[in-house]
């Protein structure tokens, strides 16, 4: 168990739906990562925020969104499915953020997921 | 831009057979380098770590040595189970605007008995 929850475990959904994904951090974390798992695309990073404030943008598409709220929970809202969504999407959590280009060893700890399927 | 390249799978052994999991990296700075495991149905979990060259990670008889000189951190293991099938990626942490991990594509591993 790496103490980060995410729910819902598995998600189904029609097109064009919205849904919301929630992910609760390790104690004591203050960043959060999302990341897409697809079988064509493997693991993407989605999108990171540090104690509130976005810190890091990857290949998130503009109908998904994220947050992370001042008790450091995050919900990443993906709106306007398409069949192409279904995926399975992780949260991730560390204790701190690294700058570009500084070696920390700052380890990532991954929940469980979300199976989104979109029908 | 940084990246990581391992061995395609799918990656088929005997029980008690010898594992090496090759992977390469590119990375323009000195990051710190992780495999992560995935067993069927579940996430992904952190198998071992090495944050500088000569580093050795090491857990539950896997072991990675960062090798600066040839940017590889091959995966081993002296004689794998049945339990160790799984998909294992290996990443790098590149900090800042990259969201600190880069992930290779996975490599699939069966273990027969």
């Known amino acids: 168990d790496s103490g980060v929850t995410q729910t819902p475990k598995h998600l189904i959904t029609a097109t064009g739906q919205r849904v919301t994904l929630r992910c609760s951090p390790r104690s004591g974390d203050l960043s959060v990562y999302w990341y897409q798992q697809s079988l064509d695309q493997g693991l993407q990073f989605l999108i990171q925020y540090y104690n509130g404030e976005e810190r890091a943008k990857g290949n998130i598409l503009e109908r998904f969104s994220a947050q992370q709220f001042p008790d450091l929970h995050s919900e990443l809202n993906l709106s306007s499915l398409e069949l192409g969504d279904s995926a399975l999407y992780f949260c991730a959590s560390s204790p701190s953020w690294t700058p570009q280009g500084v070696n920390s060893g700052n380890t990532i700890y991954f929940g469980e997921g979300s199976w989104l399927t979109v029908v | 831009g940084d990246s990581v390249t391992q061995m395609e799978g799918p990656v088929t052994l005997s029980e008690e057979a010898f594992l090496t999991i090759n992977c390469t990296y590119t990375?323009?700075?000195?990051?710190?380098l992780f495999w992560y495991v995935q067993y069927p149905g579940e996430g992904l979990q952190l198998l071992l770590k090495a944050t500088k060259a000569d580093d050795k990670g090491s857990n539950k008889g896997f072991e990675a040595t960062y090798r600066k000189e040839t940017t590889s951190f091959h995966l081993e293991k002296g004689s794998v189970q049945v339990s160790d099938s799984a998909v294992y990626f290996c990443?790098?942490?590149?900090?800042?605007?990259?969201?600190?991990?880069?992930f290779g594509k996975g490599t699939k591993l069966s273990v027969k008995p």
């Open positions: 990375a323009t700075g000195y990051p710190s």
């Open positions: 990443a790098l942490s590149a900090g800042g605007s990259q969201g600190n991990l880069i």
